[in-house]
C-alpha cells in the first residue's frame, strides 16, 4: 500500500489534518476517499480523523492507492517506461496509439498497456494521465499511479513547474523564424472534433521556433502554455503553416507520412511529493526526421 506522509512543522501547529493535507496539494476528493477507508489517514500510526488538531514534530499519513481496480480493459502491449516511482510514470508513446478507448482503438490503447502492466507488477490501480497525447502525436507523456499524484500533477501542468516542449514539421517556413502565437480555441459549429481560432475560444498561447528548414517544410519546437485540445495542430493552421501530414487542419499525404508530424520531445516535471526535479528528452522519431534529409524524395 502507498501512503502519502507530510511531517508537520511548527507552523502548522494547531492546524487540522485536511488543512495539512490541502496544504500539500490534495484534493477534498482524494481526502474523502481516503478517510472512509481502513486506516486511509493516520497521525503517527494511529487512525485519526480529519478535524484532528496537530502538533508539530508528528506525521501525517494519508492512503493513496486507488480504492478499486481499473475498468478499461488489460491489454498486452509494450510500453516505453522511462521512468517510473510509486507515484508516476513518464512514458513514450507511439504514433497511432491512443491514449484511451475509443471508436477504433477499444481493445487496443496506452491505458489498456498500462493497466495490464499493473497487472504483471501487481498493482492495483486505475490509469490517471495527467495530460494527453492525440492518437497521432508520439512522444513523452506522463500518467499517475493514484487519484492524489494525478490532482497534484495537474494542478502544475501550466505552470512553471511543468514544462512541455514539442518538435514538429510543418509546410513552410513561418516568418518571423520565432514567435508566439496566442489565438483563442474553440469548437467548430459543424464538428465535435475539430478545433478553430475564434473570439469566443478558450485563451491559448504557443511558442515556437523554427530549427531547420528545406524548400518545402520546417522543423520547430513549440512550447505550451496552455493545453487546448489539437492546440499547436490549430494555431501552426492559422499561421498558415499546417502540419505535414495532418489531414484534420492540413493535407493528408500518407506517402509524406502517414499521421501529424508532432512528437512530445521535452518534459521537466517536479516529483509531486518528494520535490525531485526530473527531465527527459526523446529524440525524434524517425518517420519524423526522414522529412529534412536533403536526399528524401519530393524535396
Avoid at 518545402?216 to 493545453?227: F, I, K, Q
Wanted: hydrophobic fraction near 35%; charged fraction near 25%.
Amino acid at each position: 500500500m502507498r501512503y502519502l506522509e507530510f511531517p508537520v512543522t511548527p507552523e502548522e501547529e494547531g492546524k487540522r489534518v485536511d488543512a495539512i493535507l490541502h496544504r500539500h496539494g490534495l484534493s477534498t476528493s482524494a481526502i474523502r476517499r481516503s478517510k472512509h477507508r481502513p486506516h486511509g489517514l493516520l497521525l503517527d500510526g494511529e487512525d485519526i480523523y480529519t478535524s484532528y488538531l496537530v502538533h508539530a514534530g508528528q506525521v501525517v499519513a494519508i492512503l493513496a492507492d486507488d480504492k478499486a481496480p481499473s475498468d478499461i480493459m488489460p491489454n498486452e502491449g509494450p510500453v516505453d517506461i522511462r521512468y517510473e516511482d510509486a507515484d508516476l510514470l513518464v512514458v513514450d508513446k507511439p504514433p497511432g496509439l491512443a491514449v484511451h478507448p475509443c471508436a477504433g482503438s477499444w481493445d487496443d490503447s496506452l491505458g489498456a498497456r498500462l493497466v495490464n502492466y499493473y497487472h504483471q507488477i501487481g498493482l492495483e490501480a486505475g490509469f490517471h494521465p495527467v495530460h494527453r497525447l492525440d492518437k497521432g502525436t508520439s512522444g513523452l507523456m506522463v500518467v499517475a499511479k493514484h487519484p492524489a499524484a494525478q490532482h497534484v500533477l495537474t494542478s502544475a501542468l501550466h505552470s512553471g513547474a511543468f514544462l512541455r516542449e514539442y518538435l514538429a514539421i510543418c509546410e513552410g517556413t513561418p516568418f518571423p523564424l520565432s514567435g508566439t502565437v496566442d489565438a483563442p480555441l474553440g469548437r467548430t459549429e459543424d464538428s465535435y472534433i475539430r478545433q478553430c481560432v475564434r473570439p469566443d475560444g478558450k485563451p491559448a498561447r504557443t511558442h515556437y521556433k523554427v530549427l531547420d528548414s528545406n524548400s518545402r517544410l520546417s522543423l520547430l519546437r513549440l512550447r505550451l502554455e496552455t493545453g487546448r485540445t489539437h492546440q499547436i495542430r490549430v494555431h501552426m493552421t492559422h499561421l498558415g503553416h499546417p502540419l505535414a501530414g495532418d489531414f484534420l487542419y492540413g493535407t493528408e499525404d500518407i506517402d509524406l507520412i502517414p499521421r501529424p508530424a508532432l512528437h512530445s520531445a521535452h518534459l521537466e516535471l517536479t516529483q509531486p511529493f518528494t520535490g525531485e526535479r526530473l527531465t527527459f528528452d526523446s529524440p525524434l522519431p524517425a518517420d519524423m526526421a526522414r522529412l529534412m534529409e536533403p536526399d528524401f524524395p519530393g524535396i
